[in-house]
């Protein structure tokens, strides 16, 4: 069993910041950060693996970033730059069957956070 804290959500300007944390109980795997919109899927957005090597998607490449503190047990998500399309609650996961080779797909996440809602609206 692993439990993910999430926290530092909120409602921002377009163009303004956000710094998403979550803490993992038992961090020795592939974490990530996936959203979701009001009906729309479940998307990913980072994933960052043990060596710390991260996977960005595309649609907020350049702007956000994503981090991993090993003493803390903690991955960040900065967000730079908010498009009101990335309004959406925003959730951190981990997939315990991997380190190394993380994969995108939310499904194969088998621990997931609470969420946390992040608006951009003016």
């Known amino acids: 069993q692993v439990d993910l804290m999430e926290s530092g959500g909120g409602t921002v300007q377009p163009g303004g910041s956000l710094k998403l944390s979550c803490t993992s109980s038992d961090a020795r795997y592939c974490l990530g950060w996936f959203r979701q919109a009001p009906e729309k899927e479940r998307e990913f957005v980072a994933i960052?693996?043990?060596?710390?090597?991260?996977t960005i998607a595309d649609s907020v490449k350049g702007r956000f970033t994503i981090s991993k503190d090993d003493a803390k047990d903690t991955m960040y998500l900065q967000m730079n730059n908010l498009k009101p399309e990335d309004t959406a609650v925003y959730y951190c996961a981990e997939w315990t069957q991997a380190w190394r080779q993380c994969l995108t797909t939310p499904s194969l996440y088998n621990y997931w956070g609470q969420g946390t809602q992040v608006t951009v609206s003016s």
């Open positions: 960052i693996n043990t060596d710390h090597q991260a």
